[in-house]
T-cell receptor, first 116, second 116 residues
Framework: GAVVSQHPSWVICKSGTSVKIECRSL??????MFWYRQFPKQSLMLMAT?????????EQGVEKDKFLINHASLTLSTLTVTSAHPEDSSFYIC????????????FGPGTRLTVL | AQKITQTQPGMFVQEKEAVTLDCTYD???????LFWYKQPSSGEMIFLIY??????QNATEGRYSLNFQKARKSANLVISASQLGDSAMYFC?????????????FGKGTTLSVSS
């Protein structure tokens, strides 16, 4: 069964609003969570890495004031897309690494964001 | 330079036949891990197989095997006895270094279509 969940699975919002996406590890403690972004028929691009209790590390070109990441507990990380615009429409996927496996990261099912 | 190269945008195969999806990688780190993921149209990332850089034998998982040729820096995925349900996008990914909690670098993916 799924070990990482994401909520919501899809969201449609108006331009200018903020959207929060949650990523939860269900049966393990996630010391590190990763946020990826995927445009249609393209690859996954890493946006940021978050470690529990510390500030996220953003990849070059990712606006940290626009994509706010909070990893407040060992089972929850949130990505908030602030003042969303149509170009932010994408598939956002989180993955988690922690106490469940020494080799594998576990991916969430993804969140499809559409900004009108 | 790209770290992960998948040169086949699309592959077509008939049911019950075997298919090889190509992947080459580039890293100067002696320790790394190679992954293959399947992404059906639902978007979830399904882990298929893992190969560590120091593993002597090619990894196998059921119908999936990884043809690891270290000197050539290739990590091709072989799917034996293809099934209709194998139709999906396939991504090769690499983790550099020996820390499992490191973000993955993904290739551009190969779309596999299996016909009856």
């Amino acid at each position: 069964g799924a070990v990482v969940s994401q909520h919501p699975s899809w969201v449609i919002c108006k331009s200018g609003t903020s959207v929060k996406i949650e990523c939860r590890s269900l049966d393990f403690q996630a010391t590190t969570m990763f946020w990826y972004r995927q445009f249609p028929k393209q690859s996954l691009m890493l946006m940021a890495t978050s470690n529990e209790g510390s500030k996220a590390t953003y990849e070059q070109g990712v606006e940290k004031d626009k994509f706010l990441i909070n990893h407040a507990s060992l089972t929850l990380s949130t990505l908030t897309v602030t003042s969303a615009h149509p170009e932010d429409s994408s598939f956002y996927i989180c993955s988690a690494y922690g106490t469940r496996s020494t080799d594998t990261q576990y991916f969430g099912p993804g969140t499809r964001l559409t900004v009108l | 330079a790209q770290k992960i190269t998948q040169t086949q945008p699309g592959m077509f195969v008939q049911e019950k036949e075997a298919v090889t999806l190509d992947c080459t990688y580039d890293t100067s780190d002696p320790s790394y891990g190679l992954f293959w993921y399947k992404q059906p149209s639902s978007g979830e990332m399904i882990f298929l197989i893992y190969q560590g850089s120091y593993d002597q034998q090619n990894a196998t998982e059921g119908r999936y095997s990884l043809n690891f040729q270290k000197a050539r820096k290739s990590a091709n995925l072989v799917i034996s006895a293809s099934q209709l349900g194998d139709s999906a996008m396939y991504f090769c990914a690499m983790r550099e270094g020996d820390q499992a909690g490191t973000a993955l670098i993904f290739g551009k993916g190969t779309t596999l279509s299996v016909s009856s």
